[in-house]
C-alpha cells in the first residue's frame, strides 16, 4: 500500500494546487476585462477540452497504465500555470485554460483506475475511493482560502506561478514514487482482446445480461453543472480583495461540509444506491433554497451542499464499479470524467447566459432533479441495491 500513500500524497498536491485557483480566476478575469458570459466561456472550455482528453484516457490508461499519465498532467498543468501568471487579455486565458483542460484530463481516470487496480476486492476498493475522498475534500478545504489568501497578499501573477512550480516538481517526483501494480489475468487477456472465461454469480450474469445502465451517467452530469453553476456564482459576488477572500472562505465551508459525511464512516454500511438517492435528493433541495432566497444564511446552505456531496460522490464511485469490471476501470472513470466535464462546461456557460433572467441556481435544481429521475431502480441496478450482493461481511465492518 506504499503506492496508494505516495499517491494520496500526489493528489492532496494536485488538488490543493487546482482548486487554490477557484477563487482567484474570475476577478482575474474580471481585471482584464472580461464580460460574465466570457467568463462562463472560459470556465466551460475548460471542461469542454477534458472531452478529447477522457476519450484518450480512456483506453491508453487501461493499455499502458497511469504512472506516466499521472507525471504528463501534473507537469503539464505546472509549465501551463506558468504561462497562465503572465497572460494580458481575457483571449489568451481562454486558450491556456483550454489547453489545461485537456492536459489535467488525464489525470483523474489514470488515479481512479490505479486506486481501483490496487485493491484485493470490492470492499479495499470502497476504502481506497473513501481515501481519495478524504484527500479530495482536505484540500478542497483549505485550498481556496489559502489561493484567496495568496491572491489578496502577492496579486494574482505571482500566486499563479508558485501554483505552477508546486505541480511541476509534484509531477517530476512522481514518476520516482508511483508503482504500477502487477496486471492481473484477466486484465492481460482483456488487453489482449482474448475472452476469459471466470466464475459468475447469479447476480452478475443477470446483470451482464441486463446490459450497462448508461443512464447512470446522468448524474455526474447533472451534479458538475450545478458545481459549475456554484463555482461561477460565488466569485461574483465582488472582486475585490475583502470579496476574494470571503469567496474562499465559502469554498471551504462547501469542502468542509463534505468532510464531515465523509469522516461519517458507519454511512458506507448503506448500499450506494441508497446512500447516491438520498444525496441527490439533499442537494437538490438545497439549490432550490438558494435560488427561491431561502430565509438562511449562506454559509449554512453551502455546509448543507457540502455534506450532500460528501454522500453522493463515494456512494456514485462504487456503484459504479459494482456495474464495471477490472478490466474496464479505465474506460468507466474515462466516461465519468467525461460526464463531469460535459456538465462542468454546460454549468458556467448556461448561466452567463441567463443569470440576468432569473437565478441560474434554478438550473441546477432541474439538473439535479432530471437525474434523480434517470436513476429510478432498473433490473440493471438490482444486483447493487440487493443487501445479500453488495454488503460486506460482518468481519470486515
Not at 11 to 38: C, E, I, K
Not at 76 to 95: E, K, N
Not at 108 to 128: E, F, T, V, Y
Not at 305 to 332: D, E, H, N, W
Request: hydrophobic content about 55%.
Amino acid at each position: 500500500m506504499k503506492t496508494a500513500v505516495w499517491l494520496y500524497l500526489f493528489l492532496f498536491v494536485a488538488f490543493f494546487d487546482l482548486h487554490a485557483q477557484y477563487p482567484m480566476l474570475t476577478p482575474f478575469a474580471v481585471s482584464m476585462g472580461a464580460a460574465p458570459s466570457f467568463i462562463g466561456l472560459v470556465m466551460g472550455m475548460y471542461s469542454l477540452t477534458h472531452l478529447p482528453g477522457n476519450l484518450i484516457a480512456g483506453f491508453a490508461v487501461d493499455r499502458y497504465g497511469s504512472r506516466l499519465f499521472i507525471a504528463a498532467s501534473l507537469t503539464g498543468a505546472g509549465i501551463l500555470l506558468l504561462f497562465q501568471a503572465r497572460v494580458t487579455d481575457p483571449w489568451q486565458l481562454l486558450y491556456i485554460r483550454s489547453i489545461s483542460g485537456f492536459v489535467l484530463a488525464f489525470l483523474s481516470p489514470a488515479c481512479m483506475a490505479l486506486l481501483a487496480r490496487l485493491a484485493k476486492d470490492h470492499i479495499q476498493q470502497g476504502k481506497l475511493m473513501a481515501g481519495n475522498g478524504l484527500v479530495h475534500t482536505i484540500a478542497s478545504v483549505v485550498s481556496p482560502a489559502a489561493g484567496a489568501w495568496l491572491a489578496a497578499s502577492l496579486g494574482f501573477s505571482h500566486s499563479f506561478e508558485i501554483l505552477g512550480w508546486i505541480l511541476l516538481v509534484t509531477g517530476v517526483i512522481s514518476l520516482w514514487f508511483v508503482k504500477e501494480p502487477a496486471r492481473t489475468p484477466e486484465e492481460i487477456a482483456a488487453m489482449q482482446k482474448k475472452p476469459v472465461k471466470l466464475p459468475k454469480a447469479d447476480g452478475e450474469e443477470k446483470q451482464a445480461a441486463s446490459g450497462f445502465p448508461w443512464s447512470i451517467f446522468a448524474l455526474p452530469i447533472g451534479l458538475a453543472c450545478a458545481q459549475g453553476i456554484l463555482s461561477f456564482e460565488l466569485p461574483l459576488r465582488g472582486t475585490g480583495s475583502e470579496a476574494i477572500m470571503t469567496t474562499g472562505i465559502l469554498f471551504s465551508i462547501v469542502s468542509l461540509g463534505a468532510l464531515v459525511t465523509l469522516g461519517l464512516l458507519f454511512l458506507n454500511r448503506y448500499l450506494p444506491y441508497s446512500r447516491t438517492i438520498i444525496g441527490v435528493l439533499l442537494l437538490a433541495i438545497c439549490y432550490y433554497g438558494l435560488a427561491s432566497d431561502w430565509p438562511l444564511p449562506i454559509f449554512v446552505m453551502l455546509f448543507i451542499i457540502g455534506m450532500a456531496k460528501g454522500v453522493i460522490f463515494p456512494a456514485m464511485t462504487s456503484f459504479l464499479l459494482q456495474l464495471s469490471g477490472p478490466s474496464r476501470y479505465g474506460r468507466t472513470f474515462s466516461l465519468l470524467s467525461i460526464s463531469l466535464s460535459i456538465g462542468s462546461f454546460l454549468g458556467p456557460v448556461t448561466a452567463g447566459a441567463v443569470r440576468d433572467y432569473f437565478s441560474p441556481y434554478f438550473l441546477s435544481f432541474l439538473a439535479l432533479m432530471i437525474a434523480l429521475v434517470l436513476l429510478f431502480p432498473r433490473s440493471a441496478f438490482r444486483a447493487n441495491w440487493h443487501p445479500d450482493a453488495s454488503a460486506p461481511p460482518a468481519s470486515g465492518s
